[in-house]
């Protein structure tokens, strides 16, 4: 198992609510990415933390929005949801910068329905 | 952008070899992966190459070149429990500094007796 946890693990919400996913990263690990996987396709980028910072962002609208803390561990914000956003959304925490030679580790994924 | 391209999916007999495919197309690479994944859980790392050639780790091994935009995963001896969505994921650097990996949409594998 990875040090790399995500709650809650399963969620089920109602379209237009707001939703917030969280992500504790694997330690000795500052950077923190987020995924989503629909189902039967691979994981799609949606953004990568960096010392709190946006650090690259996918095609995603803007109504998907995250957040890092000073422990790396991480939050994903998504406003007014949609159907679509059913999926399993992952979190990935990869090492420090120097060491790209490792690599990243997934948190074991927050199932999303929307209904 | 990124492009990755994978078989969608593989069938291969107990004990047998299979080797999954996977062609990229994209700039600024710096590395390639292949994960693992069982239905329904998250994608555990099997394999990293970021220079041409193969990489052996038991009955996975993993090959690249850079030249061609190609990688391929190899596994041996299949077993039943083998059977999983594989990913390849192109690991590039982005603006900003930043290190993004980039996912197939994954070869699903079967595994028959």
């Known amino acids: 198992e990875t040090g790399v946890t995500q709650s809650p693990t399963h969620l089920i919400k109602t379209r237009g609510q707001q939703v917030t996913l969280r992500c504790s990263s694997q330690?000795?690990?500052?950077?923190v990415s987020w995924y989503q996987q629909a189902l039967g396709q691979g994981p799609q980028f949606i953004f990568q933390?960096?010392?709190?910072?946006?650090?690259g962002r996918g095609n995603f609208p803007p109504r998907f929005s995250g957040l890092q803390f000073p422990n790396y561990s991480s939050e994903l914000n998504v406003n007014a949801l949609e159907l679509d956003d059913s999926a399993l959304y992952l979190c990935?925490?990869?090492?420090?910068?120097?060491?790209?030679?490792?690599?990243?580790?997934f948190g074991q994924g927050t199932r999303l329905t929307v209904v | 952008g990124q492009n990755i391209d994978q078989p969608t999916e593989m069938t291969a007999t107990e004990g047998a070899i299979v080797q999954i495919n996977c062609t990229y197309q994209t700039s600024g690479f710096n590395g390639l992966f292949w994960y693992q994944q069982h239905a329904g859980e998250a994608p555990t790392f099997l394999s990293y190459?970021?220079?041409?050639g193969l990489e052996e780790k038991g009955r996975f091994s993993s090959f690249l070149s850079r030249s061609k935009g190609y990688s391929y995963l190899l596994l041996k001896e299949l077993q039943m429990k083998d059977s999983a969505s594989y990913l390849c994921a192109v690991r590039v650097h982005a603006s900003g500094g930043s290190y993004i990996p980039t996912f197939g949409r994954g070869t699903s594998l079967i595994v028959h007796p």
């Open positions: 190459n970021v220079l041409d």
């Open positions: 990935a925490s990869s090492p420090p910068r120097g060491q790209e030679d490792t690599e990243a580790f």
């Open positions: 933390y960096y010392r709190e910072e946006e650090n």
């Open positions: 330690s000795g690990h500052n950077t």
